[in-house]
């Protein structure tokens, strides 16, 4: 890892300065330092802050709030800070007025602000700081001088007595002695880079003999020359030096660290200090001292003799990044048994010149403890079976950004030498690997995590290249300079996976398998495959991904599979990833949605479409997404946002990205959407003011969706009422015709049945104990009496008797009461329908009559018909105005064709003149 700031990184590791040192940071960079890029005009006041910095300001303010605790006036014209000036503001906590032209430190500042914590003065003009300048700045926790011109006069630090930071770097100071009195008790942190003394002496840092509490020191760039026996004794509880960029000689580094023998450091930084050597005796006087952390990064160190780190058996980490270091011997790290943290980035190079290898066989084996080593963008000439032996507890190793021949074809050999260490991730990126062989990594039973992106690997992934990593959870393999193919089997020896990566890797078709090739990875969390040009694949493709979470498809060439037009219908691949928290496919041409791509994802929180063609949706594309927090919808074709779409995945939105479509500014397309945005409080809309913009109608056109007025639709709701009223009774009216026309019937015969048993003309209650003459009345056409003699006189016998118009007439009677009173006489009435008998006129005007009105009055079990042809049941109605829907399905018969159903007709026939005409509860 590079250290560019290694003072952030030394205070990282003491948790007590941790919180006190962001604070720190924060007000010395500004509290609202992320709107550097905006152009301001007035103040910008929130959270008690104030932040009135670049505004070209003479002086301070004074019509900000009266209970702001922190004023930010850096970078502006002030030329002195008069305490009348701020007397608005008594409950100033913060005050910074660095980067102005002030001259001097006003005596009545810290009166005015007896509260005041921590004052930023650098970058000013500053030059007599006298005694009664600081006398009532007693609150003081945090003093920056940077960047003046000071001179002191008498004892102005004195009364700090709560102070813990001082910087009075870059002030031309010709000696760090600040005071003549013990002073600063609580000091933790002194800054004195940049200035021009060149020697420390005895009693320079004697007015820090009551500063127990100093851990920090930093004497960046300080030219020194000259150190005297001692200089260090009075701040014995000294453990951070900062001493980068002082060029100090490999003598003088000798001499400083024999000073600091006495005290109880435990960090050093000595980068870009021009060490070109180390050598046996430039950390001998650190033998006694606790040292945990070394840095001589950027020295351009050529050499290190064997034995140099032998007096730091304490060290812990050591960075050596950024050196010219030709040669590391099995004697370079001789005495390091405890360091657990080597850096090499960029600190070996090789010479074309020399056959010796950078790092000599066994040169890591004294380094028993290491667990992280950073060879990234080093040079390493080869990789042995002896290179890494000996780091038994080495859990990272980094050998990024390297040319290395042993690594472009990597088999089950190149790794042996860490075959006893237990690591557990390696950094493979940019290594030129063209070939995995089996095995490659079999020796690395512990490794879980694989790093492979910005290779040339081109081959078919088989499966054995895994082999033996049983431990494994992530391996990434994406920006691959070749390309790789899949099989059914790429994975099958890694079941255990959470993480794939393989954007810009695959080829087109590699996935265009009918097996695929994660359906053994059934653990599998994160799957990336974007930037592949991917455009076919099959519905199975994720098939046993049941764990999967995060599915990345950008910039691919997917339109084809979700279209409906698409040979066999959308291809639905996410119906096998029900859990999914996140979806990306920006940038894939889609143009349509089907309505079931997105079933079942209730989990889904993120979804990304931007930068597609998206320019309709249908109103149940998003009904599953429940859980919805992020979605990114911008650059697409949207025009309107309708609630039938996305009231349910904007439910619970935290953020919106919908920038950048043509929206048509109508009532019907945006007054939803406009509302929802000027409802909602729970959502973050980025460029909700200039990018989301009208381009229809013209009256709104290249302006805010914002500037759309609601209250314009308002007029617009009696229109929609009446509407929805006119085209109700038009539909009612429709449907109203066409029953009429197509069932009156039905209702006209039901309803003159609930008619005729409301008003009690009908006997159907009556006990049906009166006797009947006859099993049924025959109605026929006379061409049918042969029939009728044939088919069903042989039926009679003493159970069944039919009533037979010519043969039963009662002599004496007229024939119409004949007619009447035999209907009464027969419990049936039994219709033999013929194309003949429907043109009987006779029939069709007074037998029907009376069989329709028994029908109506008794029930509809009272009128049996047997069709001996097929009538239609149009012509039945319009001759005998009966139809088959008025009678129960066993009272109509059909004569049968074939002779052999016959006997099968007289048993139907029998049991619909026995039905009882009896209505049933």
Known sequence: VQRSNVFEMMCARRACL?????????????????????????????????????????????????????????????????????????????????????????AGLC?????????????????????????????????????????????PFLPLQS?????????????????????????????????????????????????????????????????????????TGLRTLILDGSSMGTLMISKLCSELSETAINTLSFRKMKLVTVTEKTFAGLQKTNLTFLDLSSNGMGKIEEG????????????????NIKHLTNGTFQGLGKLKILELTEALV???????????????????????????????????????????????????????????????????????SPVRKLNLIKTNIAQLNPGSFSVLKNLTVLLLDYNHIKQTLTGTEFEGLDQIREIHMTNNFQSVDLSSSSFVNVPDLRVLTLGRSLKALALNLDLSPFKPLTRLAVLDLSNNNIANIKDNML????????????????????????????????????????????????????????KGLTDLRELRLSNN????????????????????????????????????????????????????????????????????????????????????????????????????????????????????????????????????????FYWNIMINRTLGFSDAKVEEGREFDYDAYVIHAEEDSSWVERRLVPLENERCLFCLEDRDTVPGMSQLESIVDNMRKSRKILFVVTENLLKDPWCRRFKVYHALHQVIEESRDS????????????????????????????????????KERVPAFHQKLLIALGLTNRLKD
């Not at 007599?128 to 009532?136: I, M, N, R, T, Y």
């Open 308 to 323: 140099s780190f032998q007096w730091l058996s304490r060290l812990q980490t050591l960075i050596l990044s950024y050196n």
């Open 163 to 235: 102070l813990m930071f001082l910087d009075v770097s870059k002030n031309n100071l010709q000696s760090p002695k600040l005071g003549s009195q013990p002073q600063l008790p609580r000091l933790v942190n002194f800054s004195l880079a940049f200035n021009v003394f060149t020697t420390l002496r005895r009693d320079d840092f004697s007015f820090l003999n009551d500063s127990p509490s100093l851990q920090v020191l930093n004497l960046s760039a300080v030219p020194l020359k000259t150190l005297e026996t001692g200089c260090f004794q009075p701040i």
């Open 18 to 106: 941790l919180s006190w040192l962001l604070v720190t940071c924060c007000f010395l960079m500004g509290p609202y330092h992320c709107m550097a890029s905006q152009k301001k005009t007035s103040c910008y006041v929130n959270d008690g802050r104030a932040d009135c910095s670049r505004l070209r300001l003479s002086a301070v303010p004074s019509d900000l709030p009266r209970n702001i605790t922190s004023l930010d006036v850096s970078h502006n014209k002030l030329v002195g800070i008069p305490p009348m000036s701020l007397s608005p503001y008594p409950g100033l906590l913060q005050l910074n007025v660095g980067y102005n032209s002030i001259t001097k430190v006003d």
């Open 613 to 748: 063609l998206i320019n309709n949706l249908k109103d149940s594309v998003f009904d599953d997404l429940k859980s919805l927090q992020v979605l990114g919808f911008d650059k697409n074709l949207i025009t309107s946002v309708r609630p039938e779409v996305f009231h349910t995945p904007m439910s619970n939105l935290t953020l919106l990205f919908m920038d950048k479509n043509p929206f048509d500014c109508t009532c019907e397309s945006i007054l939803w959407f406009v509302t929802w945005l000027n409802a909602t409080n729970m959502t973050s809309v980025p460029g909700l003011r200039d990018q989301y913009v009208c381009n229809t109608p013209r009256a709104y056109f290249n302006r805010s969706i914002m500037d759309f007025d609601p209250l314009s639709c308002k007029d617009m709701t009696p229109f929609q009422a009446l509407y929805i009223l006119s085209s109700t009774v038009v539909i009612l009216l429709l449907v109203t015709a066409l029953t009429l026309r197509f069932h009156g019937w039905r209702i006209q």
């Open 863 to 898: 009128v049996v018909l047997v069709f001996l042809q097929d009538v239609h049941d149009y012509k039945l109605s319009r001759s005998l105005f009966l139809r088959r829907g008025m009678l129960r399905p066993r009272c109509v018969l059909d004569w049968p064709v074939h």
């Open 350 to 420: 090789k010479s074309h010149t020399s056959s010796t290898p950078v790092i000599d066989d066994f040169a890591l084996q004294s380094l028993s403890s290491l667990e992280r080593l950073m060879l990234q963008r080093t040079a390493i000439r080869e990789i042995t079976q002896h290179t890494f032996t000996g780091l038994k507890s080495l859990a990272e190793l980094d050998i990024s950004w390297i040319n290395c021949p042993s690594l472009r074809n990597i088999t089950n050999k190149t790794f042996v030498s860490l075959a006893d």
């Open 543 to 598: 098939q046993g991904l049941v764990n999967l979470k995060v599915l990345k498809l950008q910039h691919n060439n997917l339109a084809r599979l979700w279209k409906s037009a698409n040979p066999g219908g959308p291809v639905l691949f996410l119906k096998d990833v029900q859990r999914l928290v996140s979806l990306q496919m920006d940038y894939n041409g889609l143009d349509e949605i089907p309505v079931k791509a997105l």
């Open 111 to 155: 009166q005015t602000l007896p509260l005041l914590q921590t004052f930023n003065l650098e970058h000013n003009e500053v030059h007599l700081l006298k005694a009664e300048d600081l006398s009532h700045c007693t609150s003081l926790t945090l003093l920056n001088l940077a960047s003046n011109r000071l001179k002191l006069q008498g004892e």
